[in-house]
């Protein structure tokens, strides 16, 4: 079964500050694609950053990077320069490419990001 | 922009009460998703729909039925309440899995259902 791990709960960065948070995943597929969404508090989730996995260069979308390690399944989001709009749920979330399960996102439980002034 | 649009943000309900909520989309999107979101579980599927009147179970249907009679509205039914459905239900919809833009899934607010 495939499943998505992030072991930080919570994290913490002054502002202006770099973060990395952490996410792992379990399949057995070699096509998906990788996700990191963004909840702010009482707000629509919203998708922050996409990696194909056929593609070897980490995806950027301004201020935020990942570090992808298809051979280590770990999908890392680094947030740079961070700002007080930044404090959110993370959430990591893994999707194949093909089959029946095609249309199942599974997320993993999330990171809270605090972000400190 | 996508708008995915849940008409009740908080409720209380009673234990045994017939729930509906009900999600709206503008996007004309064949997919629409329910998920339910409880602390350190992260989201979880609930049902899925890829066309009108079509409906596939996700990982945690038990309890839970939908409706999708129109291609923007699909609605979430508990038939009848209970204390441990207490949870932020989410509601999301995605274009066909073509092209990039199939893979972007956009959520609506989120309702909070408490069950007493």
């Known amino acids: 079964a495939q499943t998505v791990t992030q072991s930080q709960p919570e994290m913490s960065v002054q502002e202006a500050e770099t973060v990395t948070l952490s996410c792992t995943y379990d399949?057995?597929?070699?096509?998906?694609?990788l996700f990191w969404y963004k909840q702010p508090p009482s707000r629509q989730m919203i998708l922050v950053i996409r990696?194909?996995?056929?593609?070897?260069q980490n995806a950027t979308e301004n201020r935020f990077s990942v570090n992808f390690q298809k051979a280590a399944k770990s999908f890392s989001l680094k947030i740079s320069d961070s700002q007080l709009g930044d404090a959110a749920m993370y959430f990591c979330?893994?999707?194949?490419?093909?089959?029946?399960?095609?249309?199942?996102?599974?997320f993993g439980t999330g990171t809270l990001l605090a972000v400190q002034p | 922009d996508v708008k995915v649009t849940q008409s009740s943000r908080y409720l209380v309900k009673r234990t045994g009460e017939k729930v509906f909520l009900e999600c709206v989309q503008d996007?004309?999107?064949?997919?629409m998703f329910w998920y339910r979101q409880d602390p350190g579980l992260g989201l979880r599927l609930i049902y899925f729909?890829?066309?009108?009147?079509?409906?596939e179970k996700g990982d945690i249907p038990e309890g839970y039925s939908v409706s999708r009679e129109k291609k923007e509205r699909f609605s979430l039914i508990l038939e009848s309440a209970s204390t441990n459905q207490t949870s932020m239900y989410l509601c999301?919809?995605?274009?066909?899995?073509?092209?990039?833009?199939?893979?972007?899934?956009?959520f609506g607010e989120g309702s909070w259902l408490t069950v007493v």
């Open positions: 399949t057995s597929e070699s096509d998906y694609y």
């Open positions: 999301a919809s995605r274009p066909p899995l073509t092209g990039k833009a199939g893979n972007t899934i956009y």
């Open positions: 996007m004309d999107h064949e997919n």
């Open positions: 729909s890829y066309d009108v009147k079509m409906k």
């Open positions: 979330a893994y999707r194949p490419s093909y089959g029946g399960a095609t249309n199942k996102l599974i």
């Open positions: 990696q194909e996995a056929y593609k070897q």
